[in-house]
T-cell receptor
C-alpha cells in the first residue's frame, strides 16, 4: 500500500460548523503533514507530526486543530472557519527527516460558506 | 533566503511536441530536489527525486536534470500527451528543520491537440 488516503474529498461547511478532515497511511511513515493550497499557488505547510508528536506549527490559527491518534492516522479538526479558509487541504507522509517524500494524498476540497 | 523559482509560469504546446521546464533554487543546505505533477484540485504526484550526486533521472517520458553547482534543474517532457496538461512543481528539501520543503510557484502546462 503506497497511498495516502484523505476523506472526505469535498466538504462544504458553514462558519459555525465543526468538521474534521481525515488522513490515513499504512506505509510505516512516522512523519505526517498538513498543507493548505489556494488556487494557482504552491502548498503552504501548516503542521508536522513526528512520531505522533506535533513538531511544527506554522503559526496556524487555533480554529484549525490537528490530532495524530496513532502512527497511521492524522486528523484536522475545523471550527468557526472563515470563507478565506476555503482551499485544498493536502496531507502528506514520510519517514522522519526525509521531508514529505513522494506521498501526498489527493486532498480535501473545503468550501466555507 | 531559501527560494525556488520556476519558469515559464505557463506553457502551451501541441500534442506530440517536447518541452522543457526550468527550476532555479537558492535553498541551502541542499538535501534533494523533486518534481511533482499536479492536476487541478488533486494532490501532487511525484515524478522524480534527485539527491546532490545525481544529475539525471527519468520516469517514462519525463526526464529531470540537476546541476548542483549552478543550482538549476530542468524537467523535459518528451512526445507530450493531452494528459500531460497539469501544473509541474519543483520542490527542494533543506537539510535542516526536519527537511522542510520549499515549493516553486509551478509551471502550468497545457497540451493542445
Amino acid at each position: 500500500d503506497t497511498e495516502v488516503t484523505q476523506t472526505p474529498k469535498h466538504l462544504v461547511m458553514g462558519m459555525t460548523n465543526k468538521k474534521s478532515l481525515k488522513c490515513e497511511q499504512h506505509m510505516g511513515h512516522r512523519a505526517m503533514y498538513w498543507y493548505k493550497q489556494k488556487a494557482k499557488k504552491p502548498p503552504e505547510l501548516m503542521f508536522v507530526y513526528s512520531y505522533e508528536k506535533l513538531s511544527i506549527n506554522e503559526s496556524v490559527p487555533s480554529r484549525f486543530s490537528p490530532e495524530c491518534p496513532n502512527s497511521s492516522l492524522l486528523n484536522l479538526h475545523l471550527h468557526a472557519l472563515q470563507p478565506e479558509d476555503s482551499a485544498l487541504y493536502l496531507c502528506a507522509s514520510s519517514y522522519p527527516g526525509q521531508g514529505p517524500g513522494a506521498f501526498f494524498g489527493q486532498g480535501t476540497r473545503l468550501t466555507v460558506v | 533566503k531559501n527560494q525556488v523559482e520556476q519558469s515559464p509560469q505557463s506553457l502551451i504546446i501541441l500534442e506530440g511536441k517536447n518541452c522543457t521546464l526550468q527550476c532555479n533554487y537558492t535553498v541551502s543546505p541542499f538535501s534533494n530536489l523533486r518534481w511533482y505533477k499536479q492536476d487541478t484540485g488533486r494532490g501532487p504526484v511525484s515524478l522524480t527525486i534527485m539527491t546532490f550526486s545525481e544529475n539525471t533521472k527519468s520516469n517514462g517520458r519525463y526526464t529531470a536534470t540537476l546541476d548542483a553547482d549552478t543550482k538549476q534543474s530542468s524537467l523535459h517532457i518528451t512526445a507530450s500527451q493531452l494528459s500531460d496538461s497539469a501544473s509541474y512543481i519543483c520542490v527542494v528539501s533543506r537539510q535542516a528543520a526536519g527537511n522542510k520543503l520549499t515549493f516553486g510557484g509551478g509551471t502550468r502546462v497545457l497540451v493542445k491537440p
